[in-house]
């Protein structure tokens, strides 16, 4: 075991030391407002480096040393533009020499925020929030719990089994991780006879008489109580931002049976919660009907054919290969991540119905509908994932991969590399992945219950508090101080700050903040009984993109806090933006 770790450590290392110039770079030419990324890819390499203190690596101190220098550097630049904007003259070193646990954990403003908080604040703290998280949920401790762990590859009929269990309930919720899978199920159950209910941040869809609800889990009511649950995805749970939602629908749903759906690599960590929560459980292990071959030769271009599935990193990459293919007569299907589930859709029933023949994507297509695909063909193997770009994990690879091959259709499915991707893409999909060994916890609307300091400085003392309990780690709440941050000026109470701080929107996307800072200063400053519809100037594929999200918006801030607003004007103009995204695609309109 120590000899796999070492060779692991090793590896890294390597990465991170050939990584190193490449990100100076990068940042020497980044400006202010997308500094936030990079100083938190630095912060996450930093961590991997503590975790192999006792390998003896040679060179180990001195790029530790290298990182920590840059992380500074990033650091002092954005507590320069913090201090500009805010007319404060805050100095680095005061803030890190005193709170320098608080600044590698989770950044400069975490540090700074961390730095106004009296001892005494942070000693009542800690008495209003148990020490292990799963005692927040009194009333699902209450309940004798069942939780079978369907876990296994892509593609392996995991979700279909919970999901036939869920239909023969009395009452059910099934918890996605997009909109697009919340839908599926949506349409999957009524069509079947189990009235359901639709709930995610962008609509609310009731049907009379529903005892179900599909929902993407954010959504989740812990207030309810259900009979049968499903948890798809579950190794989210690791997710730095997002895998708080699954942690605290695993600790906090009310229900007697629960069905956790996702990769094997969250079996330890599950059991840990759940032996820790008292709960029964069964682990359910799945493997493919359908056999995966990965393909030695390199892909050629020239050698496209039906059912492929090409998968890119980048929206630009994605928009390019299909315009490629279109113009050598071979129409192709686009999936990426900005695309509206509705138009999502109308690319995936052109592909399955042979409208077109192949399929170009992101990893978008790694947590979604089963689509007939053939052979997956890796036209890239590094990705950025918002922080940093990086070598595809084996988790990603298998996930992907596992798309390819469908029973009674393919009963092979291929995978490939365009260039010399097959020795890597053979060992990621051979290796053992790494073991999920946390699970991320977000601050619940307890904390709104202290007093004595703001909501901003009371997130940065929570995130800052010690765990006891080694199988959890807190969330990055970079994201939430900055919208804090944002609409400091408007003092508003500090549910308004937790119900605007919590709307699902893109806070890197400037047009999306600066149209939200305009509906605060509307709707609470200026107090209109009603906010204007958004409108869009040009209609690019970009513009258009932009335009979903901005009406997505106005139906969220509308619907937190109870403003009157036009329903049938945003699902009409969802249609209608995703009707023409789509004809661009179809034409290749870029």
Request: with cysteine.
């Amino acid at each position: 075991m120590k000899v796999k770790k070492n060779r692991k450590d090793n590896r890294e290392f390597k990465q991170l030391k050939e990584q190193l110039i490449g990100i100076r770079q990068v940042i020497k030419h980044t400006k202010i407002g997308n500094l936030w990324t990079h100083e938190a890819s630095v912060r996450k390499k930093l961590k991997q480096l503590h975790q192999m203190q006792g390998s003896s690596i040679k060179g180990y101190e001195d790029l530790v040393i290298d990182y920590r220098e840059l992380l500074d550097d990033i650091s002092r630049r954005l507590l320069e533009d913090y201090n500009e904007k805010n007319e404060t003259q805050f100095e680095f070193d005061d803030i890190v020499d005193q709170f320098e646990v608080e600044y590698l954990a989770s950044g400069i403003l975490t540090a700074l925020v961390s730095s106004h908080i009296p001892t005494l604040m942070a000693d009542a703290f800690q008495t209003h929030f148990p020490q292990n998280p799963k005692d927040e949920y009194q009333e699902a401790r209450a309940i004798k719990r069942k939780v079978y762990l369907h876990l296994g590859q892509t593609n392996t009929g995991k979700t279909y089994q919970a999901i036939q269990r869920l239909k023969q309930s009395t009452s059910g919720v099934y918890l996605a991780p997009l909109r697009i899978l919340a839908l599926e199920i949506f349409e999957r159950l009524n069509e079947e006879g189990v009235p359901c209910h639709l709930l995610t941040g962008e609509e609310e869809v009731l049907i009379e008489g529903a005892t179900h609800q599909s929902s993407t889990i954010e959504k989740l009511n812990l207030n309810q109580t259900y009979e049968v649950a499903v948890i798809d995805e579950i190794q989210m749970i690791d997710d730095s931002q997002r895998g708080a939602a699954w942690t605290r629908a695993l600790l906090g749903l009310r229900c007697q049976e629960i069905h956790l759906c996702g990769a094997l690599n969250s079996k330890e960590v599950l059991m840990d919660i759940l032996k820790d929560c008292e709960d029964d459980f069964e682990v359910i292990e799945y493997v493919r009907q359908v056999p995966l071959e990965i393909v030695k030769e390199p892909f050629k271009l020239s050698e496209a054919q039906v059912g492929d599935a090409f998968i890119l990193f980048s929206k630009r990459k994605v928009l390019e290969l299909a315009k490629f293919y279109r113009e050598s007569g071979i129409r192709a299907s686009v999936i990426y991540g900005d695309l509206p589930p509705e138009v999502r859709k109308m690319q995936y029933h052109d592909f399955t119905g042979h409208e077109n023949i192949i399929l170009v994507s992101t990893d978008a297509i790694g947590m979604g509908v089963n689509l007939p695909i053939q052979r997956i063909i890796f036209m890239n193997l590094q990705k950025f994932d918002g922080e940093e770009e990086r070598w595809l994990t084996s988790q990603e690879v298998k996930q992907i991969a596992g798309r390819a091959g469908r029973k009674g259709l393919y009963e092979v499915g291929y995978v490939c590399s365009y260039g010399k991707g097959y020795s890597f893409l053979k060992e990621k999909i051979e290796m053992d992945d790494p073991l999920i060994e946390e699970a991320v916890i977000g601050p619940s609307e307890a904390i709104l219950k202290i007093e004595g300091l703001p909501l901003k400085e009371k997130l940065a003392l929570w995130s800052t508090t010690p765990i006891q309990v080694p199988w959890y780690r807190k969330m990055d709440i970079r994201d939430y101080i900055l919208i804090l941050d944002k609409i400091r000026r408007y003092q508003l109470s500090e549910h308004e700050q937790w119900r605007i701080m919590k709307l699902p929107i893109d806070v890197h996307n400037e047009e999306i903040v600066a149209m939200l800072l305009s509906y605060v200063e509307q709707y609470f400053i200026q107090e209109v009984d009603e906010l204007p519809k958004p409108a869009i100037k040009e209609e690019s594929l970009k513009a258009l993109e932009t335009y979903y999200q901005k009406v997505n918006l106005y139906y969220s801030f509308c619907k937190n806090f109870d403003i009157p607003f036009d329903l049938d004007w945003v699902y009409e103009k969802r249609n209608d933006i995703s009707e023409q995204i789509n004809e661009r695609l179809i034409k290749g309109h870029y």
